[in-house]
């Protein structure tokens, strides 16, 4: 079983995001750099209006402050 670096992983999502610009897509695959998480944007290319994220930043934004903050509660007990 081979294991992916993270060097690996980003430069697919690279190479699939700079695939997917000739044909005028309007997904982008991008990492959520707190959480080191991939999300799927959806964009409309006239505008550069982010028109659907999948699942939503602003969840995983709350989601990493949610994890920090109990985290910081862990330490501080410890």
Known sequence: MKTTNKEEIDMAISMLNESLDPI????KFE???RLEKYYVSVV???TDEVLKEIPPK???DMYAEMAEFMGILVDEKI
Do not use: G, I, Y
């Open 58 to 60: 602003k969840m995983l």
């Open 44 to 46: 409309d290319t006239n």
């Open 31 to 33: 990492m959520h750099e």
């Open 24 to 27: 005028r897509t309007n997904v």
